[in-house]
């Protein structure tokens, strides 16, 4: 199993999912990750990454670390700096379309996004709410091709477009699809020579039903037309994704490993959940497995079921434990505290 990997984390992708993967992979197999100085987990987001960003790393004396995957904005050198040359890149991504309205609720607190009553009106006369200078602009448009690193005002020209896919796929050895999770799972697995459990997970950081909206076909056009950009990355490596399942794994494969995933997933929920399922915030009983509610999303989390054995606790627990709890329980074992 490789256990050396950078995962770009994209915003609204699905991504806290991920980071629970490589949590768990990483608490079991007594891995070390680059957490930013101070704790929390952003890697100083919105600003480009810098190796400095991360505690425990000096110039004079470059340490390495197994997994890299908090919020940041990717600069590869400096990625390079705290990562061994044979770490595995790959991020995930997400249709724009959906991206954007789930950014939309999600983000509501920012300066593009507050005034506007709906994502309709935004989407209306965008520059009139948009302002590239603002300190939160960069969730309102092409947020993608920003967390990549890119410019996300910059032209959206047949040249500009490749070079920026280009440089992506210099960079990055998978790119996963959220759309396809299941799928993207298996490759996953497939690339890191990871057993099945490793990759099995419970959907996190996902929004009740009540506070998503339906997209009308001229206001999907309005997102795409937006977010040029992130539409032409998301299809360009939407199509790629495919063309990677048929030549390493093929479409039958794919599907039996898809299948043998959900049914563990299932087993696991039988197991561990109660209710069998996600529940609304103010239903979640244990207070350290609430999720951060953000913006004018409604966040869901899961009840553990009552009375499970030592080790089936455990394991449970660390399905669904939210990022924020996890992060900071991961911390607080790579950096005891020392007693005074």
Not at 94 to 115: I, Q
Not at 323 to 337: A, I
Request: charged share 25%; glycine share 4%.
């Amino acid at each position: 199993p490789k256990t050396d990997v950078v995962f770009l984390k994209v915003h609204k992708s699905a991504s806290s999912t991920v980071m629970n993967v490589l949590f768990r992979f990483g608490e079991t197999h007594n891995l070390t990750f680059a957490f930013p100085v101070g704790g929390g987990n952003q890697l100083f987001y919105p600003r480009h990454f810098l190796a400095k960003f991360v505690k425990g790393f000096s110039p004079r004396s470059p340490r390495q670390f197994n997994i890299l995957c908090h919020h940041m904005r990717f600069l590869q050198p400096e990625v390079q700096k705290v990562v061994s040359s044979s770490a595995v890149y790959f991020s995930i991504l997400r249709n724009p379309v959906h991206l954007m309205e789930s950014s939309f609720v999600y983000y509501k607190g920012t300066s593009a996004f507050s005034r506007a009553h709906s994502l309709e009106e935004f989407l209306s006369q965008p520059y009139h709410y948009y302002n590239p200078a603002d300190k939160n602009s960069h969730y309102a448009r092409n947020l993608m091709t920003f967390d990549f690193g890119f410019n996300p005002d910059g032209e959206a020209s047949a040249e500009r477009v490749q070079l920026v896919l280009k440089a992506i796929e210099a960079s990055f050895d998978l790119l996963l699809i959220s759309e396809y999770f299941d799928e993207s799972m298996v490759l996953l697995k497939e690339i890191m020579c990871w057993d099945l459990d490793s990759v099995v997970s419970f959907p996190l950081n996902i929004r009740d039903s009540s506070t998503k909206f339906p997209l009308s076909d001229t206001i999907m056009e309005k997102i795409k037309e937006w977010n040029r950009l992130d539409w032409e990355i998301y299809t360009h490596f939407n199509r790629t994704f495919w063309e990677r399942i048929d030549r390493d794994i093929g479409r039958e494969r794919m599907q039996r490993e898809v299948k043998a995933l959900r049914e563990r997933q299932a087993e696991l929920a039988r197991t561990c959940l109660q209710g069998m399922g996600s529940v609304a915030p103010k239903e979640i009983k244990d207070a350290s497995l609430k999720p951060l509610q953000h913006g004018k999303a409604k966040i869901l989390g899961y009840n553990l079921k009552q009375g499970l054995a030592k080790e089936t606790e455990r394991m449970c627990r660390r399905l669904v434990t939210p990022e924020l709890q996890y992060s900071s329980k991961l911390y607080k074992m790579q950096f005891p505290q020392k007693r005074p």
